[in-house]
């Protein structure tokens, strides 16, 4: 079933969507006053008992809350105009970690020749890099979900400028190796940071879109930094790679603490509430000096009820220091353990492809450095154009999955998931844009094998490119879906598995080529992820029953907490009633 659009559901959607009912009625402890709509709370009047039976039946199903108010408040308080620059220095700053790890593979040789080392050891920093580009992100993920995303960016970047200048300034490959760990850290977060912005901001109706303009930072950067680092290095030296690097990420330090907002729902709810301290940006300060000035405007009842509400978020807010088995745990959950174990495999492969350009590029073409770096374009172009059409084609499978079942979709406000196959919504755009792109590795393989003409294996590297960058976004946009109230703790334990696993395959993508030959090597590659394909077919089918099953024990576990944390008194006065 490659065209997503289609009209005629297929027997997987037929099967998931019969076990789809409207939820049982609510229980005397789960007051309808209270519903939680893609990770949100929103407070209505206790309406939705009332709700005609007619209405119920056209699709106004009761998915993800406890109990759902028919109208409650938009998910967030941003203007689209607003949501936009968000997403564009989201962006900008998930720019960072990939940047980093292409624009050096044009300088390897000139690295491993000035520093007298093996290329053997000169790939060892390619490794570490991904080791700690993977564990990293589950620090910074619990940070940001539990301080907000402006303090854990500032720290990303201060690291990240440091290293830079370190390993422009560094003289042998201990240091190298040490500051190469120390970059990749810095850089790294940001890209489990953006995904919980964008969950933020966004609705599942719309997340896709507003994923994949995020993503484009990221995406380009496989076309734009083997470019840049192959004319720094060969016209200026490597060195020149990580002052460039350190200057512009000065650059967005600078922009972002100044107009970037804080988006945490922990700390500014929908946005409409004013952040306090570090989480403000230097437009954030100057508008609430100014209103704090206006003695009469502070006096409002709005003006008070958000001091109120920010003084709330803040006294739930318990700075603790970052728990990275949070990430970890998510990665046990078992429908996610069967996407990620997946993900981690597709990423493998894309990545020991990349790792191989470089020399094998110059063995069969005779690429010099800037060559080496050109031919990454098509490549990186590809990837760019997949993360924003892999965004649309979500958008437009979920609002399809939706009427199919009788769901409204409202961008503003958000829908409730508990029951609503989010799994089948967006696994079907993976099958439609995955396959192309194994057949192309397992034909990549054989055209090097056969040193066919160039173009050959740059269109094979575009489709690629295409396929697995847009299977990678599907996957996090799931992944939030999944975890609307943690994004960035959820992304984080993905990105553990995809770095772990890719470190692995760029560590032996070279003897594998060299004891298999280059056709064989990557016909394996190919084969092992055809193989491997049911997982995704595994979270559709048993996905919402395992899905449903953590939400009554994540509910339990909240439920037992608030009793254990009940005076004595009142607690006795709560079974009274009850």
Known sequence: MNDVSATIPSQEEQSICQQISPPAPLGPLETPAVGLRDGAIAFGDGAADKEPAAQQDQGAIDLEALGRAPSGPPYSSFTEGQKQYIVFLTAFGGLFSPLSGNIYFPALNALAKDLKVSNQLINLTLTTYMIFQGLAPTIFGDLADMAG??????????????????????????????????????????FALGTGVVGDISTSGERGKFMGLAQLGPMAAPAIAPVLGGILSQFLGWRSLFWFLTILAAVYLILSGISFPETGRNVVGDGSIPPQGWNMSLLNYMEIRKMNRNESLSRTVSALAKKAAQAELASKRKLRWPNPLKAIHIIFEKDVAALLLYYGLIYTAMYTVMSSIPSLFAQIYGFNELQVGLSFIPFGVSCSIASVVAGHLMDIN????????????????????????????????????????????????????????????????????????????????????????????????????????GAGGTAVIIQMIDGMGRGWCFTFVAALCFVASPLLWVAVKWGPKWREERRVRVEKHLKEKEAAARPPAETEISDEKA
């Open 149 to 190: 995303r402006r303090p854990a960016y500032i720290i990303c970047f201060v690291i990240y400028i440091g290293a830079n200048i370190g390993l422009a300034l560094q003289n042998n490959f201990a240091a190298l190796l040490v500051l190469r760990c120390l970059q990749s850290t810095g850089s790294s977060g940001t």
């Open 398 to 501: 979920y609002k399809r999955v939706a009427k199919r079942i009788g769901m409204t979709i409202d961008i503003k406000r958000g829908e409730d998931m508990r029951n609503f196959p989010i799994e089948l919504a967006r696994i079907q755009v993976i099958q439609a844009i995955l396959y192309p792109g194994i057949a192309a590795i397992l034909c990549y393989g054989w055209a090097l094998q056969r040193e066919a003409h160039l173009a050959v294996p740059l269109v094979l590297l575009s489709i690629i490119g295409f396929s697995l960058t847009g299977t990678f976004n599907v996957v996090t946009v799931m992944l939030v879906d999944l975890y609307p109230a943690s994004p960035a703790t959820a992304t984080a334990g993905s990105n553990l598995i995809r770095c772990l696993m």
